[in-house]
């Protein structure tokens, strides 16, 4: 891989590589930490990128509350085939349209975990940690039964599924 045709080609396998591998948010700078170990060891101080499905939405004076579903994320897409990481609700400064923001829209979202605010999950007593997002992102809906599961992807370049 001498010639400049060997090295321009290997650049651009490179760059299309890790084009695939951007994620839509800006990365989260402290350890990540998940809804569940929030609310059972201590809230996280540094920001965290939290997602997963949407399961209620509620419109305030100010702000769009959504209950969210957190599962473990890849590229900051939740992997809604695995098992899930707790639940948390996500407060977006503004309002969101349910339409748009509806049950079953798969979401991510960046922010500061301030608080827990505790609540109910059918019968169930429930904490939940209170992400405030300072950046969100919503997933384009998938027809049913091709969600991911964990398989490998062929596309530009090749990438694993884990």
């Known amino acids: 891989m001498r010639t ?38 201590a809230l996280p101080t540094a920001e965290q990128v939290w997602g997963g499905v949407i399961v209620r ?6 702000r769009t509350r ?9 590229n900051q897409e939740p992997l809604t085939g695995r098992m899930t990481d707790g ?7 503004g309002f969101l349209d349910p339409v748009d923001h509806r049950t079953g829209r798969r979401i991510t979202a960046r922010g500061l975990v301030e608080r827990t605010e505790a609540g109910r999950i059918g019968e169930v007593d429930y904490v939940f940690p209170v992400l405030v997002a300072s950046e969100v992102h919503l ?3 998938t027809p049913v039964g091709q969600r991911d599961t964990g398989r490998v992807r062929f596309g530009i370049g090749i990438g694993i599924g884990l």
């Open 4 to 41: 400049p045709l060997g090295w321009l080609t290997a650049l651009l396998l490179i760059l299309g590589l890790a084009g695939c591998a951007t994620p839509p948010l800006t990365p989260a700078p402290g350890p990540e930490v998940t809804p569940r170990a929030a609310v059972l060891d």
């Open 139 to 141: 997933w384009p809906e």
């Open 87 to 93: 639940r948390f609700l996500l407060e977006v400064p």
């Open 66 to 74: 959504l209950e969210v579903v957190s599962y473990p994320l890849r």
């Open 57 to 62: 939405v509620e419109n305030l004076p100010d």
